[in-house]
Structure formats: structure tokens, C-alpha cells
């Protein structure tokens, strides 16, 4: 039987599960040192079992890599030669040090043209040593999961964004003008591209559908940039119709993998910029009721972020996950125009951190052309986010059994909090519920012996400042006798219950397992 409760912080100190009160220890800097965390013997009263009780203590600085959290590096799909070595040393302000960005990214993600992925029909670019591939190779072996935005639509582009079968197999659309090179874009209602794209898609998922690999993907792109505005139809009553079957196939193909959807207040219209369509909001519900997370493509532009824009992120707050991307392009925008009154490139730096607080954003953005100036204008901002920003999970306590019969059950009590104003989206579809506490007994050589999974604790639910309290009784241990410790992880369900959140808890790790305590199975 499991209970969760949450508790005040204030509550949290009476009980002294954030101090060391009661006979209860943090666990620490001295832990690690120690190979241990610091934990408490408290042999109870009127026979109780003699248990471990450890408190750990919260890391604020270390970058942490999980899921949908953190930084997004941008990919250049121009595929310049020195694209990652620009990266590799970049200056901080303050400072003689330098930083290498991918340290601080948690994902790779590339805003691609279709016809870049698809030269010719069948034809994928991920399957030989094209300029795609090498870079995906590189970003995944320096420890980055990847995201994409496929993008179909050429205006404003130098060459076309569809793969030309597509028009060549009958396919409807229409040319534009890029300063002297006209380029052509399908029409998305049109059956022609809509039957090839379906066969792309599902291609294309049979490689990145793997949630281990792909973060996430924005599963619209449709309109100018891929941004869901600015779409030019056949017939525009197919405006719903349209974005159905787009979901739907993005759905079907990526059951595991998040998708995103830009909360524009023109999405699917003709426009690219008015008041909001009366429609948007209630066609934005579909994307997100099918599970969609939530991403905008102008935070800290005062005029195109702005209440409607911030209505809709506080209506899906911690029910769906939001991913941020700055507006302003500070080497070609006067950003000085902005009503916050922008005088630099730190100061829009800061308008878009205000707003992805705001909007207790999971993800933020190092952009091309804008990437070093986070570094090199607002550093401490950086840190700002990688301490508190996105999710930052950390059991507050725990208390197992020192001893326990092999032949027995062990009853755990473990406590948690969020030091980030994000939320670990476990609630979506695409993840179904599949990271939960567990708590292993760990042999001598790190491995876990037996892992008991809380199938009722729920991660999603551990919001700032509100800890997050469970009982729960192990199954049978089932283990050899011997001397054992005891370890604490968020794990993958779906991956054999292995650790698959990183922690932001100070103390000894093994093979992912944050160390409790030693228990002595008898």
C-alpha cells in the first residue's frame, strides 16, 4: 500500500526532514567523500525495526540532462565546418574561463528542411555520410538527444524546403520570390503531398521514434518557418481538416516521442500577424488534448508575446510541458523598438528569461547567432536557469529498514521536492506514467540486487516548494543474505526500472542510484 501527501516547507523543517533535527542527517559534500550518505540509526520503540534515516541536501549548480529539461542547441543546417568548435570554447562574461556549450545542452535540435532529409523519394539523408548525418552523429555521441522541426515550406527560402518529387508526382502549390530565386511550396490540403509526407513521416519515425534518442519533434511545421502561421491553402475552410490530419499523423507515427505545437494566436490562418483568431485556442485544445506540448517561437518580444499568448501558458501549466524560443534576431532586429524598452543584447537576453519564468518554462533556447551572447551578455542567467529553471528533482529524505529478513518486506518512507519552477511532464501520453521512484538493494559492486518500484508515486505532481511524501512496502527481497546498500532513483519503467532522471541531490552515486544506506539482509 503507497500514501503521498504533500507537505509545506514549513511543515518539512517541523518534521525535520530538510534538517538534521530528530536524529536526522544531511546528506552532503562529506557524504560522497565518505562513500556513504550520512544517515541516522534510530532503533525506535516497543520492537520497531531499526532504520536509515537520510536527508539529503539539494545541488544547485551541477547541469543536469533529462528529458524535455534544459537547454536546446540549435543545429546551422547550413553545416558549417567549424559549427562545433565554435562552441568548444566560448568566453564568459566575467570571467578568463571559457565554456563548452554542449556541457550545458540537454538536446540538439535541428529546424530542417524536408527535401534536405528526403532528396529524392525514398532516399533518406540519415542513411549515408551526408552533412545531416555527420552532424546528428556528433551531437549524439557528445551526449545530446535530438529534436526536429521539418519544415515544408519555402517562402522566404533559397531554394525549395519539399523534396521536388512532390511536385513532380502532381502535387498543388504555388512560387514564390527569394530576392531572385523562386522557390515552390505545396499546398498542405492537397492529397499528393499529404499521401508523400505520410510516407516521409513514417520513414522517418521507423529512425528517430526512439524516446532515448528523440526528445521531441514539432509535429505541425507547417506555414512560414515552419511556425504554423501564414498558411496558404487550396481551399481555407480546410484549416481544421488540415491540422487534424497533421496531428493525427505526428500521433500515430511517434507514440513515445513528445511533440510540440507552437501556441500561435494565428495558427493555421492566412496571417502572420492580427489579434487572435477566435478559432486558434480551441484548434491549439486538439493538439493538446492528443498530448502536444507546448512551444513559441517569440518569447521576450513584448508585442508578438504577449497576454493572449500568456493566457494559454498559464491555462496548460503543469499539464503540459513548454519549450521557449527567444524572438528577437539581435544582429539584424532593432530590438531598441521593443516596449520594454531594450537598449542591449543583455537586456533582451533578460525580457526572454523574465518571460520563460513566467511561463515556468521546461526548455530554453541557445540559438544560432544567439547562443554566445548568453554566454558572453548574461552568464549568470545561465545559471539562473540551470539551477532553477525546468525540473530539478531531489529526494528531500528517505527512511528504509537496516536490517530485514530475506524472506520478508521492507516498508520505505521517501520524501521529494522541485528546486526548478518547471514540472517533469510524466503525465503526457507519449511517456504514459513511466518514471516513478524506486528504491534498490545494491550490492557490493554497485549493481542493483533487486529493485522495488512506488508504482504511485508520480514525479508530475512534485511542483516548487510543495514536498511530496510516500509510504510504500517493498514486495518479497528475495535476495541472497549479505550486507547490501540501499539506493533511490527516479527510473524508466519502460527500460527495465533503470535510473532515467538525474538528481539534483548532493551525496554518493552508483550506477545511478543515489546511496541511502547500508541494510544488512539476514
Given amino acids: 500500500m503507497t500514501e503521498s501527501n504533500k507537505i509545506s516547507r514549513r511543515t518539512a523543517l517541523g518534521l525535520g526532514l530538510a534538517t538534521a533535527a530528530s536524529g536526522t542527517f544531511l546528506a552532503g559534500p562529506a557524504a560522497a567523500a565518505t562513500g556513504g550518505g550520512h544517515h541516522g540509526h534510530g532503533h525506535g520503540h516497543g520492537g520497531a525495526k531499526p532504520k536509515i534515516t537520510a536527508a539529503f541536501t539539494p545541488d544547485t549548480t551541477t547541469v543536469l540532462r533529462n528529458p524535455l529539461d534544459g537547454w536546446a542547441l540549435y543545429a546551422n543546417t547550413s553545416f558549417p565546418s567549424d559549427y562545433w568548435t565554435q ?49 546528428i552523429d556528433e551531437a549524439r555521441a557528445r551526449g545530446l ?49 499529404q499521401e508523400k509526407f505520410a510516407a516521409f513521416i513514417q520513414g522517418f519515425a521507423a529512425e528517430f521514434g526512439d524516446p532515448a534518442v528523440t526528445d521531441f519533434i514539432d509535429g505541425y511545421g507547417l506555414g512560414k518557418w515552419g511556425e504554423g502561421h501564414s498558411v496558404e491553402y487550396l481551399d481555407a475552410s480546410n484549416r481544421e481538416p488540415v491540422l487534424r490530419w497533421i496531428v493525427d499523423l ?133 545559471q539562473q536557469f540551470d539551477g532553477g529553471g525546468g525540473y530539478r528533482l531531489y529526494p528531500t529524505q528517505v527512511v528504509a529498514p537496516s536490517t530485514v529478513s530475506a524472506a520478508g518486506t ?27 521512484v524506486a528504491i534498490a538493494l545494491l550490492a557490493s559492486d554497485g549493481a542493483a540486487a533487486k529493485v522495488f518500484v512506488d508504482a504511485n508515486s ?46 539534483a541531490a548532493q551525496g554518493t552515486t552508483t550506477n545511478g542510484w543515489l546511496v541511502v544506506g547500508d541494510v544488512q539482509v539476514v
Fill in 87 to 135: 562552441y568548444d570554447a566560448v568566453p564568459i562574461e566575467g570571467s578568463t574561463e571559457t565554456a563548452k556549450v554542449t556541457d550545458y545542452a540537454s538536446v540538439y535540435y535541428m529546424r530542417v528542411a524536408w527535401s534536405l532529409l528526403e532528396p529524392s523519394e525514398g532516399v533518406y539523408a540519415w542513411q549515408s555520410d551526408t552533412p545531416i548525418k555527420l552532424a
Fill in 410 to 436: 521492507a516498508d520505505f518512507t521517501h520524501t521529494w521536492d522541485n528546486l526548478g519552477w518547471g514540472y517533469l511532464p510524466n503525465n503526457i501520453p507519449a511517456w504514459n506514467q513511466r518514471y516513478k
Fill in 458 to 503: 508520480d514525479p508530475s505532481t512534485w511542483l516548487n516548494g510543495s514536498p511530496t511524501s510516500y509510504t510504500f512496502k517493498s514486495t518479497t527481497l528475495g535476495v541472497v543474505k549479505g550486507s547490501y546498500r540501499w539506493g533511490v532513483a527516479i527510473v524508466d519503467t519502460t527500460k527495465g526500472s533503470a535510473p532515467g532522471i538525474e538528481l
Fill in 145 to 193: 538527444r535530438l529534436a526536429f522541426r521539418i519544415v515544408v515550406d519555402s517562402r522566404d527560402k533559397s531554394y525549395n524546403f519539399t523534396p521536388d518529387y512532390v511536385r513532380d508526382s502532381g502535387a498543388q502549390g504555388y512560387e514564390t520570390q527569394t530576392g531572385s530565386t523562386t522557390v515552390w511550396s505545396p499546398y498542405p490540403d492537397d492529397p499528393v503531398f
Fill in 250 to 382: 505526428y500521433s500515430t507515427a511517434f507514440p513515445s516521442v513528445a511533440l510540440a505545437i507552437n501556441y500561435h494566436r494565428l495558427i493555421g490562418t492566412g496571417m502572420d500577424w492580427g489579434d487572435p483568431d477566435p478559432d486558434s485556442e480551441r484548434l491549439l485544445d486538439i493538439a493538446f488534448d492528443r498530448g502536444y506540448v507546448l512551444r513559441h517561437d517569440a518569447f521576450g518580444m513584448t508585442t508578438y508575446y504577449s497576454d493572449w499568448e500568456k493566457a494559454i501558458a498559464a491555462k496548460w501549466r503543469y499539464k503540459r510541458p513548454i519549450i521557449m524560443e527567444g524572438g528577437w534576431v539581435t544582429g539584424s532586429m532593432n530590438y531598441s523598438v521593443d516596449p520594454r524598452g531594450y537598449q542591449t543584447v543583455a537586456d533582451v537576453r533578460k525580457g526572454e528569461f523574465d518571460d520563460s519564468a513566467e511561463a515556468h518554462v521546461n526548455m530554453m533556447d541557445f540559438r544560432v547567432g544567439e547562443c554566445l551572447t548568453w554566454f558572453a551578455d548574461a552568464y549568470p542567467l545561465v
